[in-house]
């Protein structure tokens, strides 16, 4: 499933450019545009939805591929000392890109707050 007027649809298919750190055929890694850390890197599945509200079971094992490849990919980008991830879902989380993504940060002490 693809949205053509998605952002990170186009990224996927190749037709905005991005910095990709991982890709196989159910998902990409690439770095963020407006970095929030020193490594920061959205891991996106392929298909299109917007929210884990509208999630099917098929893009569930996506996402599960997703949480499987993760600790690989954090550790290709140096991130032996540890990571977060953040799933912001909806206008109160600051969603502002509804395709579904994981946000990958690290490469320093991340503090305390926001869990
Ligand atoms: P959200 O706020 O929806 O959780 O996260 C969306 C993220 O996408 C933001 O951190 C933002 O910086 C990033 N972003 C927005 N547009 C682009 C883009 O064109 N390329 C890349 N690489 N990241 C983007
Ligand atoms: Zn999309």
Redesign the pocket.
């Known amino acids: 499933m693809t949205d053509p007027n998605c952002?990170?649809c186009k990224?996927c298919a190749g037709e905005?450019p991005?910095?990709k750190v991982y890709e196989d055929e159910h998902m990409l890694a690439?770095?963020?545009?407006?970095?929030?850390a020193p490594v920061?890197v959205?891991v996106v599945p392929k298909s299109h939805f917007a929210t884990l509200a509208e999630m099917n079971e098929e893009q569930a094992e996506l996402v599960k591929e997703c949480l499987v490849r993760i600790p690989h990919i954090a550790a290709s980008l140096g991130l032996a000392s540890g990571y977060r991830l953040?799933?912001?879902q909806g206008k109160d989380?600051?969603?502002?890109?509804?395709h579904l993504?994981i946000?990958l940060l690290g490469g320093k002490p991340l503090g305390e707050t926001i869990v």
């Open positions: 952002l990170f990224i905005i991005s910095q690439f770095r963020d545009i407006n970095p929030q920061h959205l953040i799933v912001n989380a600051g969603q502002t890109v509804f993504h946000h």
